[in-house]
């Protein structure tokens, strides 16, 4: 029983020894850490969805101009369809509806309660048009200059889930304007533009940018203006996420001449929002996309002035922060997307590796004379137990034999010059062993 547990110890030291085994761990313990690593750091999914708002809106427009641009990179970007910013905001912060993009209009979100959304950039102005029935207004020689010219109106202030029904209510406020003062109708932009043209509603609110294709719907509505936001730098010193726009005469339509004269307007800012935990590839795919989209956005704002951080509800994506200030990194400015996501997520676990394995490099000298260490420990191990039977008859055979295979081993062992009299040490001590058994014979 006790020789039996002296071979297996024996047989276990071999094995704990081996320098091939602990080389052997060494790489099966990079490969896990490999592994976790590359769990950790998951690639960006080619497809995603996006949350914009009704198909007749920049919104949605905007959305499929994206997908246009991402799909040219592998990308597959879903455009949905919603009832505006406050749906999106739903969309957006639910995690089980998969929406990872959303259009929100600035002004309309209070970021406390969505904590985890962050926002990528501001895309373009979207101003508050209102739009009005010159009749309506005779008494005022036919024109809305301010918003309490509204009591007594019939007024739509945009339909439930959209940015334009909060924005609406909050100028209103702002006015002194209560809801027993207007006869208030929420209604969707085609309803609005339905009852404004048979003359069943005053005055219509609509948060839109200058490009919607929406707007183009009421141009052909008789005797139909724009209102002149007389009081805008009021508006906007109060309510810091609006800003005053000046609107050229004729900027919607020279066909049409609207507006019929210089008018100044209200506009928030329309945000790209996402989840915080966005992937910092598709930052920057969004970014990039967006810029060349943004290009043709011309009609209140000035070339480069979009995509931009101003006017923003929820904080700003860390890797956006980068990327408008200093632009693409190396990998997406001069590699195909996919290849950078590839490039990048392999530098990412490779990085973090190199800092475990570069002080371990300064160790190898020591590690390696371990490894000699035992190496020539095993040997001497068995020069023991051969020493030890040197005085049974029975086994001085077989001690013979394994003596020889001790000196074959020996002589095939390498070493660097620094650790050659460990070795020559070791086969010195095999000469006495050997010796030993010659004068017992």
Do not use: C
Request: glycine residues 6%; charged residues 20%; hydrophobic residues 45%.
């Amino acid at each position: 029983m006790q020789k039996r547990t002296e071979n297996k110890m024996l047989s276990l030291k071999k094995h704990l020894y081996n320098p091939w085994a602990i080389a052997l761990s060494f790489l099966l313990l990079l490969a896990i850490l490999f592994g976790v690593l590359w769990v950790l750091i998951p690639p960006p999914p080619k497809t995603i969805e996006m949350a914009t708002g009704f198909p007749t809106g920049l919104y949605y427009q905007f959305g499929e101009r994206l997908k246009s641009e991402l799909n040219q990179e592998g990308v597959e970007l879903q455009v949905k369809a919603t009832g505006g910013t406050l749906d999106n905001l739903d969309l957006l912060s639910d995690p089980k509806s998969g929406v990872a993009f959303a259009m929100v209009q600035g002004g309309v979100a209070d970021a406390k309660k969505y904590p985890n959304l962050v926002s990528i950039a501001g895309m373009f102005y979207e101003p508050v048009w209102v739009w009005y029935r010159e009749p309506a207004f005779k008494n005022e020689t036919g024109h809305l200059r301010v918003l309490s010219q509204l009591k007594g109106k019939r007024v739509s202030i945009g339909n439930e889930g959209s940015g334009t029904l909060a924005l609406s209510q909050t100028l209103l406020k702002v006015s002194g304007i209560t809801e027993n003062d207007i006869h208030i109708e929420k209604l969707k932009p085609d309803e609005a533009i339905k009852k404004l043209n048979s003359g069943e509603l005053d005055a219509a609110f609509i948060v839109a940018a200058a490009e919607a294709p929406l707007l183009e719907k009421f141009y052909m509505i008789p005797g139909v203006r724009l209102m002149n936001f007389d009081q805008a730098d009021a508006y906007a010193r109060n309510l810091p996420y609006l800003s005053k726009v000046n609107v050229p005469r004729g900027l919607l339509s020279i066909e049409y001449d609207l507006p019929r004269q210089d008018i100044q307007v209200l506009a928030p800012t329309a945000t790209l929002v996402a989840q915080s935990d966005i992937s910092p590839a598709l930052v920057s795919l969004m970014l990039g996309a967006s810029y060349d989209i943004l290009k043709s956005y011309s009609r209140l704002q000035k070339s480069g002035e979009f995509p931009s951080n101003a006017g923003l509800d929820f904080p700003l994506q860390v890797d956006a922060e980068i990327y408008l200030k200093d632009g693409p990194s190396f990998l997406h400015r001069n590699l195909p997307f996919w290849t950078a996501v590839w490039v990048g997520r392999f530098m990412k676990i490779i990085i973090p590796l190199l800092v475990i394995l570069i002080p371990l490099f300064t160790y190898l000298p020591a590690a390696s004379n371990l490894l000699l260490k035992l190496k020539l420990a095993r040997v001497y191990e068995e020069l023991k137990t051969i020493d030890k039977n040197a005085l049974n008859p029975q086994l001085r055979e077989q001690s013979f034999r394994d003596l020889d295979s001790i000196e074959k081993r020996v002589g095939n062992i390498k070493v660097s010059r620094l650790d050659a009299k460990e070795l020559y040490d070791l086969k010195g001590h095999v000469g006495d062993v050997r010796n030993r058994l010659n004068q017992m014979r």
